[in-house]
């Protein structure tokens, strides 16, 4: 499982838990509601648990996906993190 993982789904993912619908997600990607949509159920499958419980407020985390928001949460700070030293070593060098 672990060489076959897609960053887009957890991308999806984080998008959703950050902005608390598919529509913002999807508007902050610039990519359509039903392909986020479809990401999160590819990733639930794939995980095989409901990460969100769906109502008309929109949606809410359960507990396995508030567990896996504390990891991929962590995941994009260490991302952000590397590439901003990155930028900043590039910006000293020139």
Do not use: H
Not at 80 to 87: C, H
């Amino acid at each position: 499982m672990f060489n076959n993982i897609n960053l887009n789904l957890y991308k999806d993912f984080y998008l959703v838990c950050k902005y608390g619908s598919i529509n913002k997600a999807a508007k902050e990607s610039y990519t359509s509601p039903p392909a986020i949509s479809k990401s999160i159920k590819k990733l639930e499958s794939e995980l095989n648990r409901q990460l969100f419980y769906r109502n008309s407020d929109g949606m809410m985390l359960t507990s396995y996906g508030e567990k896996l928001l504390f990891y991929v949460e962590s995941a994009y700070g260490m991302m952000e993190t590397g590439f901003r030293m990155l930028n900043d070593s590039t910006d000293l060098l020139s």
